[in-house]
């Protein structure tokens, strides 16, 4: 009879000043580095991640990309939606359960974090539809700017994204300080290698972390046998070259049956969806002798101009589930709008989340919530037997939107995406604000939401835990804090 097995994992979320490319800058990082520490575990497994804020002024919430949360959707991470920011000097555990397999990752979901470095692997050990001999981990392709990120919403908020100086290839990339007199432009950036043994096969599995950009992934002088999309083992195809759109993930393998010698590996830049600076040159190293330390000589593909994604007949589920006949289609539209700022909306409609008072408690509370800005679609989830929810957006004016701001949106902006799932036994809100934690700028801090006077302040079970932030009283410092940024 087997046994579920427990696995732990510690992440400390710290302010720090790293030089990923050579340019030295104030990063966010996971124990100290960019990337942040892999978290690994086979299908099935139960996995325990306690998270620490060493941040100096921000809160935090991690979330697990693509991680299905049945029945324990309050440790998604998002902030106002599934908890309270995790306060500085604060910590909260996640739990959940590996019931998909595949690669994925981690990031912070608080405001522009994860495009300042916050972020990590999470691969899920399982069967794969086709064979390979080395499992080489998971590849970040990211853009990166030499001004955080965060200072870089003034800028986009406006409605025009900013162009990114340059790219990393997990966590690393060069640039040419030679003739810079910027005391911050350091050197000593290097390419990422890897090395490969003539007719062995390999697996990498390519994410795209970036904020603002499309890639078109290649190594040059070799083909790439995909094998999964997103968490979905897919029938095996071959391509010189992969298509990653934002926060996508593929599982391709690599054959290592070239000429020996060295080979670019290439996030390559898709120009026509947005700008970059240094956009040839997101660039890492693919060598068969690994004494070699020679620049490769290589050419690669041309990049083309496609902003979508993979041919969709390319990207057959290995195993089909067919959902069936459905009843019902909602239908929900998505442009934007300029008011004092670009904003997103669905339905008309843009919504400002309350860091302080989530979502689902709001739902647990039985708040009329809906339909105002929430634009919450009720479900009716009675039945007994399975029920597939099918959500149609469609795009306004997609011309005018595919340069717009990504994923550099209001730190505060998030569309709620629909779902009903069941209250956990003991409903918590987790994380918290504390009233004592200091910040910059307090008095340009955006004004939340008032509640009314006559609402309920607390959730409805005996006792409170010693987190909750008890009072918000409107004008009071605990009220404003959540929402306070600083760098």
Known sequence: MSRLISKQYWLSVENSTLAPDGYERFVFTFNGTIPGPAIIADWGDNLVIHVTNNLKHNGTA?????????????????PGVTQCPIAPGESMTYKFQATQYGSTWYHSHFTQQYGDGLLGPLIINGPATADYDEDLGLLFLSDWSHTPACQLWDTARHGAPPTLETGLINGTNTWDCSSSSDATCIGGGKKFETVFEAGKKYRLRIINTA???????SIDGHNLTVISNDLVPIVPYETESVLVSIGQRYDVIVEANAVADNYWLRAGWVTACSRNSNAANITGIV???????ADPTSTGITVGSNCGDEPLSSLVPYLAMNVGNYTEVTQEALSFTFGNYFTWTINSSSLYLNWS???????????????T??????IDVSFSFPTFILMVLTLITASRCKRRVGNLRNPRQRRNRPQSPPPPPRPRLLGHWPSDRGFRSLDQCPKPHQPSSSRRRHPPWERLPRHRVQERQPGLL??????????
Not at 287 to 293: E, F, G, H, P, Q
Not at 373 to 378: L, Q, S
Not at 478 to 487: D, I, K, T, V
Request: with cysteine.
């Open 62 to 78: 991690i979330h697990w990309h693509g991680i299905r949360q049945l029945n324990n959707v309050e440790y998604d991470g998002v």
């Open 211 to 217: 904020i603002e950009g499309h890639f078109q992934f």
């Open 287 to 293: 060598r068969y002798d690994n004494t070699s330390t």
């Open 357 to 371: 008072d989530p979502t689902t408690l709001r739902i647990y509370d039985n708040e009329t919530i809906f339909p």
């Open 373 to 378: 800005d929430y634009n919450v679609v009720p």
């Open 478 to 487: 605990a009220s404003a804090l959540p929402y306070c940024l600083a760098c």
